[in-house]
């Protein structure tokens, strides 16, 4: 996950959490927390 000014970006990861694919998965806007785009996108976060 990428924050933006104004978007959080969601891009496939590796175990170590390496970006390994640049295409986005998801842009969640109006949201540059990762912790909420996670909730925005259906993901519970403990």
Request: glycine letters at 8%; proline letters at 4%.
């Amino acid at each position: 996950m990428v924050s933006g000014e104004n978007s959080t970006y969601v891009f496939g990861a590796n175990e170590d959490g390496d970006i390994i694919d640049f295409d986005p998965r998801a842009v969640v806007a109006d949201v540059v927390d990762p912790a909420s785009a996670l909730l925005r996108l259906g993901y519970r976060v403990a």
